[in-house]
């Protein structure tokens, strides 16, 4: 599979979603405001939409927490713009320690690499295990939106993952594709959010310029 027939998969699913004429439920993965506004837009019109913000990647502690409140802002943006209500469900506990302890063997490797596959899998399988316990139709993450992700490795990963709960679907996404991803950084820049220069763990934080927000 290439990334335009993953793109292409997610609008057949899509489809399908529609022609039953309900909005089944689905809890969104969110890594921050940014990366969120474009599939947030997207994903409401289709599901009813819980966002779990589980992201024990994110270094230092302030940092997660100005992700956090930026998602959280946007939210309550979002909810009274189109007359909704989106639950957003933060982690009780902040597990850098452990989760970085797990990335450290590849600490050196470029973004994108064995490290990144590692920490979309711990977050997936994370967000997964909470949604199957609290019997969500659907799951999706936010990733696929960002230029730095590689949508077709974080499908890869879910959809192994997803073998272990046979009630919950995995929505296959491509988000950067239909314009979503310059729709998310005309989204992220109408509402002046916070846009960090990295992706989020230690070993990120050389990023630099690249980064605009995850995206
Ligand atoms: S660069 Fe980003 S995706 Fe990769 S390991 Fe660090 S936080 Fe996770």
Same mark, same amino acid.
């Given at each position: 599979?290439?990334?335009?027939?993953?793109?292409?998969?997610?609008?057949?699913?899509?489809?399908?979603?529609?022609?039953?004429?309900?909005?089944?439920?689905?809890?969104?993965?969110?890594?921050?405001?940014?990366?969120?506004?474009?599939?947030?837009?997207?994903?409401?019109?289709?599901?009813?939409?819980?966002?779990?913000?589980?992201?024990?990647?994110?270094?230092?502690?302030?940092?997660?927490?100005?992700?956090?409140?930026?998602?959280?802002?946007?939210?309550?943006?979002?909810?009274?713009?189109?007359?909704?209500?989106?639950?957003?469900? *933060?982690?009780?506990?902040?597990?850098?320690?452990?989760?970085?302890?797990? *990335?450290?063997?590849?600490?050196?490797?470029?973004?994108?690499?064995?490290?990144?596959?590692?920490?979309?899998?711990?977050?997936?399988?994370?967000?997964?295990?909470?949604?199957?316990?609290?019997?969500?139709?659907?799951?999706?993450?936010?990733?696929?939106?960002?230029?730095?992700?590689?949508? *077709?490795?974080?499908?890869?990963?879910?959809?192994?993952?997803?073998?272990?709960?046979?009630?919950?679907?995995?929505?296959?996404?491509?988000?950067?594709?239909?314009?979503?991803?310059?729709?998310?950084?005309?989204?992220?820049?109408?509402?002046?959010?916070?846009?960090?220069?990295?992706?989020?763990?230690?070993?990120?934080?050389?990023?630099?310029?690249?980064?605009?927000?995850?995206?």
């Amino acid at each position: 599979m290439n990334a335009k027939e993953l793109y292409n998969l997610q609008i057949q699913t899509i489809e399908t979603i529609k022609a039953t004429g309900r909005k089944p439920s689905l809890l969104l993965h969110s890594c921050c405001g940014p990366c969120n506004t474009y599939p947030m837009e997207y994903l409401s019109q289709y599901f009813q939409l819980t966002l779990f913000f589980n992201n024990h990647n994110i270094y230092p502690y302030e940092e997660y927490k100005r992700r956090f409140d930026e998602l959280l802002d946007y939210v309550k943006h979002f909810e009274k713009q189109e007359d909704i209500k989106i639950d957003v469900i *933060l982690p009780p506990d902040y597990l850098n320690a452990s989760f970085s302890e797990k *990335l450290k063997p590849f600490a050196d490797e470029k973004e994108g690499g064995t490290r990144c596959n590692m920490c979309f899998a711990l977050r997936m399988a994370e967000a997964m295990k909470y949604a199957a316990k609290h019997e969500f139709e659907y799951i999706a993450t936010v990733m696929s939106v960002s230029r730095h992700k590689n949508a *077709l490795a974080i499908h890869d990963i879910a959809t192994k993952q997803i073998q272990r709960y046979p009630n919950l679907n995995y929505l296959p996404s491509n988000f950067k594709k239909g314009n979503g991803y310059n729709r998310g950084i005309e989204l992220s820049k109408e509402h002046n959010m916070y846009r960090q220069s990295y992706c989020g763990c230690q070993f990120s934080q050389s990023c630099g310029k690249e980064h605009q927000g995850c995206e």
